[in-house]
């Protein structure tokens, strides 16, 4: 069983950044891939990135490629995603989650998600 927990969430101005982290519970963490999905209201979940267990390999959703970036470290348990050039489309709220499985990352099905932290990006 694994625990997440979001944080990092809050108030920003379109343009600024925001670093979300995830802190996994257990002693297994370093033996799952991640990944970062977001919500807005009225829509449905969006994938944004994901990342091997050893932070080797990483994979974004188009619309978010080149503004976000995956990282995680092992010895925390824990796992970042840093958003750099916000807009207000990107206001929603973020989790994230952990996929015990060894498919391509694209093709991950996860197992375990945290509740999320609300971002909100102001014009």
């Known amino acids: 069983q694994v625990q997440l927990v979001e944080s990092g969430g809050g108030l920003v101005q379109a343009g600024g950044s925001l670093r979300l982290s995830c802190v996994a519970s257990?002693?297994?963490?370093?033996?799952?891939?991640m990944g970062w999905f977001r919500q807005a209201p009225g829509k449905e979940r969006e994938f944004l990135a994901a990342?091997?267990?050893?932070?080797?390999?990483?994979y974004y959703a188009e619309s978010v490629k080149g503004r976000f970036t995956i990282s995680r470290d092992n010895a925390k348990n824990t796992v970042y995603l840093q958003r750099n050039s916000l807009k207000p489309e990107d206001t929603a709220v973020y989790s994230c989650a952990a996929a015990r499985d060894n498919r391509p990352l694209p093709l991950l099905k996860y197992d375990y998600w945290g509740q999320g932290t609300q971002v909100t990006v102001s014009s």
């Open positions: 257990g002693r297994t963490f370093s033996s799952y891939a």
């Open positions: 990342i091997s267990w050893s932070g080797g390999s990483t």
